[in-house]
């Protein structure tokens, strides 16, 4: 049972580039979420999703999009990546109040 | 509107002596609470969880933490620390009942432990 997937675990990325963090549940949940994660400041929710097809903003959600078209995947989109977007992004996924992280995608924007 | 703080942001004890990290949280309404640990380069993982059950809840690796109302606290503690507990720990707060964005995060507490 792998629980949440979370790919690549690193990137470097060039300003203004665009990239995609995949994130894949194999426990049939219905919530799954993307947090970022930055030096002293917790977890910040970027979006979330209650099911298949339907998403919405979290906290930060600036810069990112999302999209769910199975409810195994939840992929991370950045499309003009900027220094601000330098952190350690979480994927997790929830159910009966307990949330599954994945490993976290450490990414790097110079 | 509800919140948590965490009263450390670093803890220091030495292996073999108690740990305590504290978190206050704020919240309309009853609350399910969460402490969830972050060792180096890994995901959260859940370490015990407070859902009006029983206030004093048992967690893994010998932790627990007991729900206070009339504090508005959610103390994690263990009676004896180990080298393996070093890691960052997070309060988090889940509003009863659920709501998919209705959870927020503590900032974390560092648990360092000294030989």
Not at chain 1, 82 to 88: E, G, H, L, R
Not at chain 2, 85 to 114: M, N, P
Request: aromatic share 12%; proline share 4%; hydrophobic share 35%.
């Amino acid at each position: 049972n792998a629980g949440v997937t979370q790919t690549p675990k690193f990137r470097i990325l060039k300003i203004g580039q665009s990239m995609t963090l995949q994130c894949t549940q194999d426990m049939n949940h219905n919530y799954m979420y993307w947090y970022r994660q930055d030096p002293g400041m917790g977890l910040k929710l970027i979006y979330y999703s209650v099911g298949a097809g339907i998403t919405d903003k979290g906290e930060v959600p600036n810069g990112y999009n999302v999209s769910r078209s199975t409810t195994e995947d939840f992929p991370l989109r950045l499309e003009l990546a900027a220094p601000s977007q330098t952190s350690v992004y979480f994927c997790a996924s929830r159910t009966a109040g307990e949330l599954f992280f994945g490993e976290g995608s450490r990414l790097t924007v110079l | 509107a509800q919140s948590v703080t965490q009263l450390d942001s670093h803890v220091s004890v030495s292996e073999g002596t108690p740990v305590l990290l504290r978190c206050n949280y704020s919240s309309s309404y009853s609350p399910s609470l969460f402490w969830y640990v972050q060792h180096p380069n890994k995901g959260l993982q859940l370490l015990l969880k407070y859902t009006s059950a029983a206030t004093l809840v048992k967690g893994i690796n010998g932790f627990e933490a007991e729900f206070k109302k009339s504090e508005t606290s959610f103390h994690l503690t263990k009676p004896s620390a180990h080298m393996s507990d070093a890691a960052e720990y997070f309060c988090v707060v889940s509003l009863s009942g659920g709501g998919a964005d209705g959870l927020t995060f503590g900032k974390g507490t560092h648990l360092i432990i000294q030989p």
